[in-house]
């Protein structure tokens, strides 16, 4: 007959027993859980996938990474609505496309972090910049108020020194500047027709051609330093040549007039 000692020790056994029963039933129910949580993520997926793409993602931003985990592409929002952002794998921000107060906005970077390009809705309509590797405009084309466009050439400096523009119900102009942005040639269209304006480095008209007074022949006008005009070439009132010479104070006219 087993005596007090030994029934204790095969108690304790078979608490010991149960308690490692109780623990390999929890674990099977935990795994069991699991398998049955990733079988209905696959069934979710299999049905993604026979359906095409999910029809909606929601997100606040997206992230694309490099395999060194630099940032690539994000894809966010911003004041004005979305906006998508690209480095290169140096980390540097080279583009961006986005939105204004007055609609989309895309710019360029160089690989110094010099803004290069820019696409932007504006006011009046649109506009395109161009900037040099030191930051200057060097071009930009855009709409105007009145509707028409305009083109602008910059030096290396930034200052305008060409201007191409539209005159409404006309045509358009050309405007040339020396380098410090002095006024020296106009090319452009009139109601009446066509026109050339010279001025010197110092800002004094020269040379004037166009069309006369009577708004239907041509003319020609030179000045001197002072801007006081001193020979002009046009038609007489025959419809012949007509050359009018002055002094240095534009008075004293002589006149060579071809006759019929």
């Avoid at 010991?16 to 099977?28: G, I, K, V």
């Avoid at 855009?142 to 028409?148: E, Q, R």
């Avoid at 942005?181 to 026109?195: F, P, R, S």
Wanted: charged fraction near 20%; glycine fraction near 14%.
């Amino acid at each position: 007959m087993p005596n007090l000692e030994s029934i204790e020790h095969r108690l304790a056994a078979l608490e010991r027993d149960l308690a490692a029963t109780r623990r390999s039933a929890r674990r099977y129910r935990i795994v069991s859980a699991a398998l049955l949580l990733a079988l209905a993520g696959l069934g979710g997926m299999a049905a993604t996938t026979d359906a095409g793409v999910a029809d909606v993602i929601h997100a606040r931003r997206f992230e694309v990474l490099d395999e060194d985990g630099k940032l690539l592409l994000a894809l966010s929002g911003a004041t004005f609505g979305g906006q998508i952002d690209i480095w290169n794998r140096a980390e540097q921000n080279l583009l961006r496309l986005g939105g204004s107060s007055h609609g989309g906005d895309l710019a360029l970077w160089n690989k110094s972090g010099v803004n290069v390009f820019g696409a932007y809705a504006t006011r009046d309509g649109g506009m395109a910049s161009v900037w040099n590797n030191d930051g200057r405009q060097v071009f930009s084309a855009s709409s105007k108020t009145d509707g028409g466009g305009q083109i602008d050439l910059g030096n290396k400096s930034g200052q305008t020194v060409a201007t191409l523009n539209t005159i409404p119900d006309v045509g358009a102009a050309l405007a040339i500047r020396s380098d410090i942005g002095q006024k020296m040639l106009i090319i452009g269209a009139h109601e009446h027709g066509g026109a050339i304006n010279l001025w010197n480095a110092r800002g004094v008209p020269m040379f004037v051609a166009g069309f006369a007074d009577d708004l239907q022949s041509g003319q020609v006008t030179l000045r001197n330093a002072m801007g006081v005009e001193v020979f002009k070439a046009g038609v007489n009132e025959d419809g012949g040549g007509l050359i009018t010479l002055l002094n240095d104070e534009g008075r004293k006219p002589r006149t060579m007039s071809a006759s019929r």
